[in-house]
Structure formats: C-alpha cells, structure tokens
Nanobody, 114 residues
Framework: VQLQASGGGLVQPGRSLRLSCAAS????????MAWYRQAPGEQRTLVAL???????DYVDSVKGRFTISRDNAKNTVYLQMNSLKPEDTAVYYC?????????WGQGTQVTVSS
C-alpha cells in the first residue's frame, strides 16, 4: 500500500489547513488510519487516528481543533486543522495499519508562523 500525503504549507497562527492522505489501495479493511507528526529534534508522535468503524482519538493538544475523517470510496483520509498554533509546526505523516502490516506516507510539512 502506498500513501501520498498532501496539503501542507505555511500558514499564520489561527488559520486552517486540510491534509489529505490518498492510498493506492482500498482502505476499507484497514484496522485504522492515523496522522503522526515529527518536529525537528523530536520523536514522531501520534496526532489523531480513525478506526475502521469510524471511531476517533486525538492527542490532548489538538482536541477541539483537529478533525480526522476518512472517505473509503476515495481511499483517502483527511486531517482538518483549525486554529493552528506555532507548536503545530512539524512534518505530518499518514499511517495505515492493516492485518498484514503497517504503512507510512512520505510526510508533508506544516509550518505555522507569522
């Protein structure tokens, strides 16, 4: 499975971005899909995930600001990011977990700065 992340960019604090992760194969059977992020000098950490049943979970720092969603028909997962803060600056990676293995996208840079 190949994952193609897009939608990153440079935005001012308080603005919004929507990230997309397009999969080369059906994501219908994925156990869950997720977004991680990695800031310079830090470890990659989970931001949000969505299960096959549509359940979601978020790291505390983005609750109420970020929304993860999936469109199985388009094999795409989204991360809507609102009220962005400078501390959200990182490379964002999408992740897919299937029974047969775990897959990563290439990452998309999000920079929040005035």
């Amino acid at each position: 499975v190949q994952l193609q992340a897009s939608g990153g960019g440079l935005v001012q604090p308080g603005r919004s971005l929507r990230l997309s992760c397009a999969a080369s194969e059906s994501i219908f059977s994925a156990n869950h899909m997720a977004w991680y992020r990695q800031a310079p000098g830090e470890q990659r950490t989970l931001v949000a995930l969505i299960t096959s049943g549509g359940g979601t979970d978020y790291v505390d720092s983005v609750k109420g600001r970020f929304t993860i969603s999936r469109d199985n028909a388009k094999n795409t997962v989204y991360l809507q990011m609102n009220s962005l803060k400078p501390e959200d600056t990182a490379v964002y990676y999408c992740n897919a977990v299937f029974v047969e293995g775990k897959y990563w996208g290439q990452g998309t840079q999000v920079t929040v700065s005035s």
